[in-house]
C-alpha cells in the first residue's frame, strides 16, 4: 500500500513513526492483537470515523482480507460551525 506525503514539502512516509498523529505505540499494539484476534471471523466492512493524519487507518488497512472492504469517514474536514468548535478545533489541529 502506498502512502501519500504528509505535505507536498514531506517525503512519503515509510512507516507509522513517519505520520504525525497521537495513535501512540501501545494503542497500535493493542489496535494489532484486536485486528488478529478477528482474523477467523467472516469478512466484514470495516469503517474508521475520523482519521486525522491516517495513521491508524494505514494499521488497519494491513488487517484488511479478501472479500472486506475499509471505509475512512473523517467528520472534520468540515469548517467549524460555531466559534466555541473553531476556537477548541484551532487549538488542537493549528
Given amino acids: 500500500m502506498a ?3 504528509v505535505s507536498e514539502h514531506d517525503s ?5 513513526h ?3 498523529g ?3 505505540w501501545a494503542d497500535q499494539n493493542l489496535f494489532d492483537l484486536l485486528l488478529d484476534a478477528q482474523r477467523d471471523t467472516p469478512p466484514a466492512t470495516l469503517v474508521e470515523l475520523g482519521a ?3 495513521k491508524s487507518a494505514v ?4 488487517h484488511l482480507r479478501p472479500g472486506e472492504r475499509f471505509v475512512v469517514c473523517d467528520l472534520f474536514e468540515s469548517p467549524p460551525q460555531d466559534p466555541h468548535n473553531a476556537k477548541e478545533s ?5
Avoid: C, E, Q
Fill in 3 to 5: 502512502l501519500a506525503p
Fill in 12 to 16: 512519503v512516509p515509510r512507516s507509522l
Fill in 18 to 20: 513517519d505520520i504525525p
Fill in 22 to 24: 497521537w495513535f501512540f
Fill in 52 to 54: 486525522y493524519m491516517g
Fill in 59 to 62: 494499521l488497519i488497512g494491513r
Fill in 90 to 94: 484551532a487549538a488542537t489541529f493549528g
